[in-house]
């Protein structure tokens, strides 16, 4: 499985950026897709997830209701990023367990397959 995640740029804050994440491979039908983000200085950190076979989504606090989640038949994952702040300045990945389980979605330990991040940088 290959994950390649694109479209991080700069935006001033409050500004909006849309994530893609190209999942290549043979992938399972089960499991967790989703997205993290690492800041200089500071560990990788869940932003959101959604359960491969579709339905659930889950989000960080500090981005829900300005963040969104979602996926295409296609097999590409998306993360529609609108009121952005500086500090959601971060490198993101995107990254996949085919075999994880609901209760280890926001755990970055249970992603076995990772893209390669993508530069997201909000102004002031």
Known sequence: VQLQASGGGT?????????SCAVSGRTSSGGN??????????ERE?????????GSTFY????????????????????QMNSLK???TAVY????????ILSSV???SSYDYWGQGTQVTVSS
Request: hydrophobic letters at 40%; glycine letters at 10%; proline letters at 5%.
């Open 33 to 42: 897709i989703g997205w993290f983000r690492q800041a200089p200085g500071k």
């Open 86 to 88: 500086p500090e959601d």
């Open 93 to 100: 990945y995107c990254a996949m367990a085919p075999r994880g």
């Open 46 to 54: 869940f932003v959101a997830a959604l359960r491969w076979s579709g």
């Open 106 to 108: 926001r755990l970055a």
């Open 11 to 19: 935006v001033q804050a409050g500004g909006s950026l849309r994530l």
């Open 60 to 79: 960080a606090d500090s981005v829900k209701d300005r963040f969104t989640i979602s996926r295409d038949n296609a097999k590409n994952l998306y993360l």
